[in-house]
Structure formats: C-alpha cells, structure tokens
C-alpha cells in the first residue's frame, strides 16, 4: 500500500524571516506581522503566536491589525522567497526520506514513502527524525503518514491527536474534519454550508450525481482523492546537477523480467556518466512512471561510493518485487542522488600479502533490506561508565583508534540498561552468595572482583560522589554474569546499596 507524509508548516513564513534575520530577529514573544498587497489592499499573509493570541489572523486588513495590536511589528511578506525556500526544503527531503517529494505551497510537503520508511527505522521513527530537523533549524512542523495525500494532509492541519492513519482508517480520521480539510475553494465550502453540511461525514457517503450536479465536479474528485479512490500523482523535485537517466518506452512494461532488463540498461548507462564525472554512487533512486500517473520508486544505499553494473543492478532488481505496475509502466528514470569522488585502493597494501576481504556487497545487501540504522558495529569510547563506553558506527567506518582496557573483562552482552536482582552479601567488600533475576535463584560457585567505578562528575552532579562495584560470577550451570552494586557497601551517599546485574559472558 502507498504511504504518504504530508508536513504542515503553519509558520513558514515566520519561522523563514526569523532564521534570515538571525540575531536581529523580534523576541518571540512580541507580535509579529506579514503583509502582502491584494490589489489596492494590504492584507495580513502570516502571523506568529503572540499575534495571533491578540486577535490577528490571515487575510485580516494590515490596518485593522495595527490598531488592535498595540506595539505590533509589520514587516513585507516575501511569497516568491517563501515558495523558492520551500522547493529547497522539498529538495533536502528528497536526498534524506524518500526520492518522491514535492512542495506543497504554501505551508507544507509531500513526501511518498512507500517502500523507504524501513531505511529510516519505520514510519514512526522517519517522523520523529523528520520533525526533530526542523524543529532545530528552527522550523515548525507537524507531519501526518497516510496511505493517500489528500487524508494526510486534512490530518496535518485538522487534527493535533494523530500522527500516523492506518489503510483501513481513512474513514474514520476524516469524518469529523471541517470540509476545507478537502482543500475545496472557499465559496465552495461556504455552498456547502448554506445546504447544512459540515463536516467530511456529511458528504462522504451520499449519492455522488445530486452533489456533483449542484457543486460541480471537484468535490467528488477531492473525495476520491482522500479515500484513494482517485489517483493524485506527485511531480518529485530534481537537483539538476544530479546524474540521472531516463528511458520512455513506446509501449508500457510490467512484467518482472523486463523491468530488471531495463534496469541493468539503466544503471550501465549511468556507470558511464558515473565514469566521465569521476563518481560513484551512494544512493541510487530508480522511478517507474505508471500510466495512472502514479509513480513506483525504489531506493538503494550503499555503504561506499562504486559504480559496479552487476553489484548495482542486483540490489536494484531484489527490489522489484515491490514494485506494482498496475496496468503498465511507461517511463523510468534512474538517479545517483548521492554520489562521491571514487578513489580506487590497492588490492594488497604490500608485495604477496593478500587482499582485505570486501564485505561491502554484504552490508549492502542486508542494510537496504532491513535497514540502514539497524546495521552497525561497536566503537569505543572514553568513559569510564560501562554504557557509555560505546558508540553505533557504520559498518564500514574507520577505525577510530580507541580501545577498551585489557585490565578487567568485559561481558559479550551488556545490558541497554542495569536490570535490579535480589541478593545477599556480607558488605563492603565479599561477593554475593546468590542472586535471583527474572524469577530464577542462582547459586554463586565463583566470583571476582570487586572491580571498583565512580561516577564521572563533569556530566553530573549527581555522580560526585557514586560509587558501583562490580563482580564477574559464576552460578551452578556454568554461566557467568555481570553484577554490581550501587555503592560503596558502606556509605549512603555513593549509592542505594542495590544490586544490579548488568550484562552476561558467553
């Protein structure tokens, strides 16, 4: 099924002015105006939060405004300004989500994520991650995913409780939306009303041929929209400096055989331009253009820039079967939409010695089928703090230089966080004899340790003074775990004298 992120922006405008004004921008807290020209009238265009709590809103007269807003400041909108940033923004989103993203002027984004939210973690994750950017660019933004345009978009500005709309939910997030949640013109809106209807739930389910013969054909094609009855194609925004290739077919194509033969036709046509361009790829989107308008896209990453036909065309064609033709495609393109210098190495970095095995193919693989943030590996780092010590690295990253102390050993599985077991001790310093976790007793044969760490002060506070001990233990069965106690075993104020187990070996 399609899904769909519709961004809502509601200060754009604003928020824009404020990020060019920099440190010369208004307190937030002081009312703020955007005017524009409507024929011989200056109207308001936008407005921040303080002055729209003393009464100001769009399309209000500018003087009217000023002489309800004591201290108002009024500042020239700049719609052509706005609409250009928008188009960059659609286009940031474009390299980062997905490879369909569209503006949706003049306050929001389309973005089709159908079959790349997993690249991201999920729908749910891709949002957060989404939202979480702008906010600290300093943009305002609430995003809604549905399985059509036209209900995430109502969702975005109608609704603040719902965030994601299931397929089969349409109905039900819609129909207690005013109806200019259909994107219909004003006076059509206003026609409704007069005929006493108000909300989506209103019209949803009547008779289509008295609506459409009295209110014309836009309603009932507003309507298909939302409830994925109708098609509603995006125009995805293009880099021109991107490399891409194009085929257009004399007849449509489908069959899964023929999409991967044209695949491969593709991308040896784009290692060409790769080639001359001295690039290789780090993402590739591949778009097929379906006769309804409706666009299939597909995303690869790549843990590293190359331009290998056969290694680009596999991972392309594993994807194929998600991609539905419907009754024909009829276009395709392909573009490297991330793409870096190629720098080749050696094969051996000294005379007889034999090649670093290349597992890029590997992490390709298994990244663009389950995820790029679920892939990684296990870097250290400088603390002394067991679940700090490490960090998510690519899988291909650098060496950072860094190593774990040999001193004491660490357990294979370390806890996402300590897990509180009750035991029995003679403190300060004597392991425990026992220990029962997960409702399960166990019996210590052996341990050691204490291996003492304090708590790093310069983070917190509250660390001055935090002691843990830790103890490697062995129970009857031979397993071998990770326990400490939160304190010194003799004074308050390191500790709660808990015990904790927080990893195990093996």
Request: glycine fraction near 8%; aromatic fraction near 6%; proline fraction near 8%.
């Amino acid at each position: 099924m399609r899904r769909v992120v519709s961004l809502f922006l509601p200060n754009w405008s604003v928020d824009r002015l404020r990020r060019r004004l920099g440190a010369d921008a208004p307190p937030p807290d002081r009312p703020l105006l955007l005017t524009g020209r409507t024929g011989r009238k200056r109207i308001v265009t936008a407005c921040n939060a303080a002055a729209a709590a003393c009464g100001a809103r769009v399309g209000m007269a500018a003087t009217q405004a000023q002489a309800l807003i004591p201290g108002l400041d009024v500042r020239d909108a700049d719609p052509n300004g706005d609409a250009d940033a928008l188009e960059r923004l659609a286009l940031w989103a474009m390299r980062r989500y997905a490879p369909v993203c569209q503006a949706d002027p003049p306050d929001g984004l389309v973005i089709d994520i159908t079959g790349a939210a997993h690249l991201q973690g999920g729908e749910a994750a891709l949002l957060r991650d989404l939202t979480a950017r702008l906010q600290g660019a300093g943009v305002s933004g609430r995003g809604v995913i549905g399985p059509t345009w036209g209900a995430a978009h109502a969702v975005a500005r109608f609704r603040a409780d719902q965030t994601l709309i299931a397929d089969d939910g349409v109905d039900a997030a819609l129909a207690p939306l005013p109806l200019e949640a259909l994107r219909l013109p004003a006076d059509l809106a206003a026609s409704l009303r007069r005929m006493g209807f108000e909300r989506i739930a209103d019209i949803a389910h009547r008779p289509r041929a008295p609506l459409q013969l009295r209110f014309g054909a836009m309603l009932g094609r507003r309507l298909d929209q939302a409830y994925g009855r109708a098609a509603e194609p995006l125009v995805p925004v293009e880099a021109p400096e991107t490399p891409r290739v194009e085929r257009i077919f004399a007849e449509p194509i489908g069959a899964a055989e023929t999409l991967a033969r044209y695949a491969e036709r593709l991308v040896e046509t784009l290692c060409v331009q790769l080639e001359t361009l001295g690039l290789g790829a780090r993402r590739l989107d591949w778009l097929c253009f379906r006769i309804d308008n409706r666009i299939e896209a597909v995303r690869i990453g790549l843990a590293q820039p190359i331009r290998d036909v056969r290694r680009l065309t596999r991972l392309l064609t594993d994807k194929i079967e998600t991609i539905d033709p419907g009754f024909g495609i009829d276009r395709m393109t392909l573009a490297a939409s991330a793409a870096e210098p190629l720098n080749w190495r050696p094969a051996a970095t000294r005379l007889g010695a034999e090649a670093a095995p290349d597992i890029s193919m590997l992490v390709d693989s298994l990244s663009n089928r389950i995820g790029a943030d679920r892939l990684y590996r296990l870097a250290p780092v400088e603390s002394e703090v067991p679940e700090r010590s490490i960090r998510k690295v690519a899988p291909l990253a650098a060496p950072t230089g860094a190593a774990w102390t040999p001193d004491w050993p660490r357990p294979t599985r370390l806890f996402r966080r300590p897990e509180p077991i009750e035991t029995m001790a003679l403190l300060p310093d004597n392991p425990p004899t026992h220990f029962t976790w997960r409702g399960v007793r166990r019996r210590i044969r052996r341990a050691d340790g204490p291996e003492r760490i304090f708590g790093e002060w310069s983070r917190r506070d509250a660390e001055m003074w935090a002691v843990r001990d830790y103890f490697q233990v062995e129970d009857d069965a031979g397993e071998r775990f990770w326990l400490f106690r939160a304190g010194d075993g003799e004074d308050a104020t390191t500790g709660s004298q808990a015990w904790f187990i927080h990893g195990r070996f093996g």
